[in-house]
């Protein structure tokens, strides 16, 4: 009996406790919400939800990502910066972390730093297109007119339909003076 009334006196604290476990929620559907908001241009609200889902789960890359493009958007580079090397640092196989710290080396002038992480997406996914657009871009822009001219015709195989890359591809020929071949991308 003295047993029995011992485990019926934690019944109520254990009825109080449950609901509280069962109000938790796994990393991934803070991150959804996050991701909706960030669709909606809410990003200091979508940054709470990424918050959340990384303190639920120190270990989401993913959420590390897509907080450093919020506060990428937000102009909050340092910060920014701080998120996607935490992600890639998690996932080294992860391509958007090296994309998206790319993009705001961009940003930031650094072109050298974002010509390397570009080229370590596209060492993890060789056939994202915005990759190599991007990083031949700054190919172009660095005077490295043979690799970026790799990196549009790459692209263009990958995405025949993208319009952009013709125009950069076009660019570029009238930069190296190969008029007709200019032409014909930019028509």
Known sequence: ????????????????????????QPAYVYHEK?????????FGEAIVQFDIAIKTDATYFEAF????????????????????????????????GFYYRAKLHEKMG?????????????KINPDFADSHIS????????????LALTDFTKAITLDVKNAEVYYQRGLLYRKMKKEYAALADVG
């Open 1 to 24: 009996p003295l047993l029995l009334m011992k485990h019926t006196a934690l019944l109520p604290l254990l009825l109080f406790l449950l609901p509280l476990f069962s109000l938790a």
């Open 34 to 42: 996050g991701m909706k908001l960030f669709n909606e241009k809410k």
């Open 65 to 96: 990502v897509d907080r450093g493009r919020c506060q990428m958007e937000l102009g909050k580079n340092d910060l920014a910066l701080a998120d996607l090397n935490q992600a890639v640092k998690l996932n080294p196989n992860f391509a958007p």
């Open 110 to 122: 650094n072109d050298q730093l974002a010509i390397t992480d570009y080229s370590s997406a596209i």
């Open 135 to 146: 990083r031949g871009r700054l190919y172009s822009k660095t005077n490295q007119d043979q």
